[in-house]
């Protein structure tokens, strides 16, 4: 009969732990633009005048090595945590209320902690539908990848194309109405969908007030405000872009940890060459993506963040790129300290990423020390730096003491149904 309980600290894998917890600090070095500048400032530098000085330069960095890929690097090895969990032998109940709880922390996270960001929810989701691809083939599991990136090639291609010619369409369009004459059916609808799409580029008044509520409002008018926006995303993002995103990156987790490659079990020969692979065609990748958004003066297509259809390239082969100079790492020896830090951050992700939110409120908020939009884009890697400091100690001081992070034993223990024991066992005690 299959031991209902979670895996135990001596049986878990550290380089998988590793490598999640640089992924949960490195997703801070993104995140942070969305805590302390307006939302569209995550991708467009216009936004916050960031075009010149070092301001660009922290924008050129951070989009040049890191947008995207840590993302990406969480959903491979929460796709491999669904494998891990099926191949333990648990079954069905045990995933799904993992899964329904996991959501229940992301709408805390999203309504409550007033993060627009959060991806426990599309994780959730992505994590049901994915039970059933539990005992594939890593053949299967790599194709099913490779559909799903394709999907969203697609999709990303024809809103490109969208955002290339319809403006100036519609602008031809308004001028045929404002000289008083007549236009198609169509092309009245095209002007009427682009005007839909522009609000997201060009925000209203209302949508701007709306978004300014979130962080100078009252808590409670930073409920209603948020909470208007993430039901917008739900609604037109989640089920088109952010649902696939997920299901990609964690089908081709799923399938990399059936090989062994984020387990550690391959030759150092391929971490090398893939590290190499990984890192000289996404450098290549993201530089191409940066020059073309500095060449057309940030037009609306290359900055919209949902729209450049060589996006999934790049975050994916810089995210192997960093699996693999984690292995060779480890292989090796080096960073042995820094790698017990990242280990203990990844063995308390939920732990950190609910606390990541809590911090944007603290730090930006009106609640706090209301620091939304006050800050330079390059100050706030300052932020992230001291973020970065207190979790790694807090969590080398926690799983020093316990066996788990907090929301980490609530979750097992929720999922299990039974309180799960929580002091750390001595040292030297069988």
């Not at 922290?58 to 494998?83: D, K, N």
């Not at 739900?234 to 990399?256: Q, S």
């Not at 190499?276 to 993506?289: K, R, S």
């Not at 951050?345 to 950190?352: K, T």
């Amino acid at each position: 009969m299959t031991d209902l309980a979670p895996a135990a600290p001596n049986e878990r894998i550290e380089a998988i732990d590793t490598i999640r917890g640089l992924a949960l600090l490195g997703i801070l070095i993104i995140n942070i633009l969305a805590f302390g500048l307006p939302f569209r400032a995550v991708f467009d530098p216009t936004v916050d005048g960031s075009t010149t000085g070092v301001d660009f330069a922290a924008y050129f960095t951070m989009g040049f090595v890191f947008e995207g890929a840590m993302r990406g690097l969480f959903s491979m090895l929460f796709g491999a945590g669904i494998a891990m969990v099926a191949a333990s032998g648990k079954g069905a109940a045990v995933h799904y209320r993992r899964q329904l709880l996991l959501l229940g922390f992301g709408l805390i996270d999203a309504f409550v902690l007033l993060w627009t960001g959060d991806i426990l929810v599309p994780y959730a989701l992505a994590g049901m539908a994915l039970y059933f691809a539990r005992n594939w083939q890593p053949r299967v599991l790599f194709a099913a990848a490779g559909v799903a990136f394709a999907y969203l090639v697609i999709v990303y291609s024809a809103f490109f194309g969208i955002l290339t010619f319809l403006p100036e369409q519609a602008e031809a369009v308004q001028v045929q109405l404002d000289a008083g004459g007549s236009v198609s059916a169509d092309e009245r609808a095209m002007l009427d969908e682009w005007r839909e799409l522009e609000v997201n580029i060009e925000p209203t008044p209302g949508l701007l007030e709306r978004e300014r509520l979130k962080f100078q409002g009252t808590y409670w008018q930073s409920v209603v405000a948020n909470a208007g926006e993430v039901i917008g995303l739900y609604v037109f993002a989640l089920p088109y872009f952010i649902i696939w995103d997920a299901i990609a990156c964690m089908l081709l987790g799923m399938a990399l940890y059936k090989v062994g490659f984020l387990t550690g079990r391959l030759s150092q020969r391929v971490y090398v060459v893939t590290a190499i692979l990984g890192f000289g065609v996404g450098l290549a990748v993201n530089g191409f993506e940066m020059a073309m958004k500095i060449a057309t003066d940030y037009a609306y297509e290359w900055v919209s963040g949902a729209s450049v259809p060589t996006n999934d390239l790049g975050r994916v082969c810089m995210a192997l790129g960093f699996v693999s100079a984690v292995m060779i790492a480890n292989i090796r020896g080096y960073f042995a300290r820094l790698r017990r830090w990242l280990a203990a951050v990844g063995r308390m992700a939920l732990s950190n990423y609910i606390l990541q939110s809590i911090f944007g409120i603290v730090i930006f908020h009106d609640m706090g020390f209301g620091l939304w939009s006050d800050l330079d884009r390059h100050q706030l890697y300052y932020v992230v730096f001291g973020q970065w400091a207190v979790m790694i100690a807090f969590s080398v001081w926690w799983l020093d003491r316990y066996r788990f992070g907090p929301l980490e034993w609530l979750w097992r223990t929720l999922t299990y149904g039974r309180r799960q024991p929580m002091a750390a066992r001595p040292v030297g005690r069988v």
